[in-house]
């Protein structure tokens, strides 16, 4: 059969790649296992109770949870009566669930738990259109999902017709972006939209075969890892359902041979390895720092010469073996996207033969533009790989990435104004600043967060953000400026690596609040930003800081759930901290 509606590719799967592990997650301690056969029947019961409970083709239903089995059995029932999904991030606040569930129109909404239950009953209370919540979980007072399922066969003729109905270009759910600004806009996908993107990641995969394993934890709501998802699938790859929490354990039990994430986690992946390097004694240190600057160097598409390689491959299995060991032994790629990758970070993970390849794209576009791929010469450091299948890409004059191809979206919900700003005569504004050469795309920074100083001078925050980060002592780091002499940086360290370095360096760090104003501190901070300035012009290097005593995080509404900064709304949590920056200047 043909995949051209996102529902086809459980029924594709059954036809040519049919698994007993289809989807899978743990339950206490054993993993709990459903067959393709099993996703499909239990899809179909819910569709039909949503037929019996009065859903119509073009309905919305509001989808809350984390990554489970029951996500998309939730998704393919609603997909294939013709209804519309609404993925929502489980994280997210009353105030956006209402605003959400009110612009979408949703008349019913699945949701995980008691929390999200209370969270989304609280949200809808003002909402006329949303008739009723399910919760995956057990919950008292609350209808579980299983009670709307009922007989496929009492409504396969109605099912069936409605299937037969839909068409690749008619819309399949309305995607809110996290909004690093303001409310979120409603992004309108179709069948086809995804399907493309699916595709065309699928050709990149290609040493990937039937009964391979996925873990999946980056968030289903978003369209990176729903895309992923449905390219899981139609490959006929195990998928494991795990959080973050408990990835390095689901590693360990699944040996996973491929995953996605943010370049957020890898960072911390990685911070914590240089860590365990620094614990060690004697000539397992000096062994582990020696492999590390060798990762450093590597590039996969130079030949840095015989002796480096001996040295790499020494390496390799002296070193860098373990940490592909801590990933399962399995591991034959890492796709990394949503945000900007640390080129050192792809160095040393390639030269550890995982390589990492580097996937771009945006919610509005399906959402993957381009993708590296791991064959010689398809991967290019600093670079987001080649374009995907159909897609086209073009560099305004203002140096802004414009995009065209089937994944381009129809438009934000109810939104004509804003849609008219970004999308014209099939192509799309992405909002990034990138070049495209020699068919490869790179992205050097967001237009919207490019300032200028006083001086006019522009300045590109994340690539300088993204360089300070190599700090072990730098958690999260924002580099602010507009308008003034010269560029500041708001600081989160990372407090266990100081509390570490003040414990050797007799420096007294027993609170957060001794190591903020610990003089043997800020003078370690002093030294490690004259380090990293020297990698930007006079112009563009941070000349204060301030160290902050509070980390950064989605509840407290500095990140989108996606691990990106929301500037705006540091900028306006610490706007006196940033005032001090400049107030004596003139």
Known sequence: MEITRLFDVIPYQLENYPTDKCLSIKNGNEWKSYSTQDVIDEANKLSAGLIKKGIKPGDKVALVSFNRPEWIFVDMAIEQIGAISIPLYPNITVKDYYYTIEQSGAKLAFVEGKDLFDK???????????????????????????????????????????????????????????????????????HRNILSNSEGVAERFNAIESGYRALSFLPLCHIFERTASYTHMR?????????????????????????????RLLEKVYDKIVKKGYDLTGVKKNLFFWALKLGEKYDPNKDNGWWYNKQLKLANKLI????????????????????????????????????????????????????????????????????????????ADDGEIQVAGPGIMQGYYKLPEQTAE??????????????????????TDRKKEIFKTSGGKYIAPQQME???????????????????????????PDYESVAEWCKIHHSSCATIEEMLKSEKVRAKFDKEMAHYNKEFANYEQVKKYTLMAEAWSIEGGELTPTLKLKRKNILAKYKTEVADFYKEEV
């Open 422 to 443: 970004v999308l014209k005569d099939g192509w799309f504004n992405t909002g990034d600043i990138g070049e495209y050469k020699d068919g490869f795309l790179k992205i």
């Open 235 to 263: 490959l006929g790859v195990e998928v494991y359902f795990t959080s973050i929490e408990t990835i390095g354990e689901a590693m360990k039990e699944i040996k996973p041979h491929y995953f996605a994430t943010v370049p």
């Open 466 to 492: 993204n360089k300070f980060k190599e700090s072990m002592y730098i958690e999260q780091i924002m580099v602010v400026g507009e308008s003034q002499k010269h560029p500041a940086a708001l600081i989160v």
């Open 120 to 190: 989304v009953s609280e949200a809808i209370v003002d909402t006329p259109t949303c008739e009723a919540i399910y919760t995956f979980d057990k919950v008292d007072d609350a209808n579980h999902w299983s009670s709307i399922q009922t007989d496929y066969e009492s409504e396969a003729e109605e099912i069936e017709k409605r299937k037969a109905a839909i068409k690749p270009d008619d819309l399949a759910t309305i995607i809110y972006t996290s909004g690093t600004t303001g409310f979120p806009k409603g992004v309108m996908l179709t």
């Open 320 to 395: 860098f073996s373990k940490w592909r060991e801590a990933l399962g032994g399995n591991i034959l790629f890492i796709i990394s996207g949503a945000a900007a990758l640390q080129p050192r970070l792809a160095r040393v993970f390639w030269a550890a033969q995982i390589p990492l390849l580097e996937a771009y794209g945006l919610t509005e576009t399906s959402p993957g533009i381009s993708f590296s791929k791991i064959e010689p010469g398809g991967y290019r450091l600093g670079c987001v790989g080649p374009l995907l299948k159909d897609v086209k890409v073009r560099i």
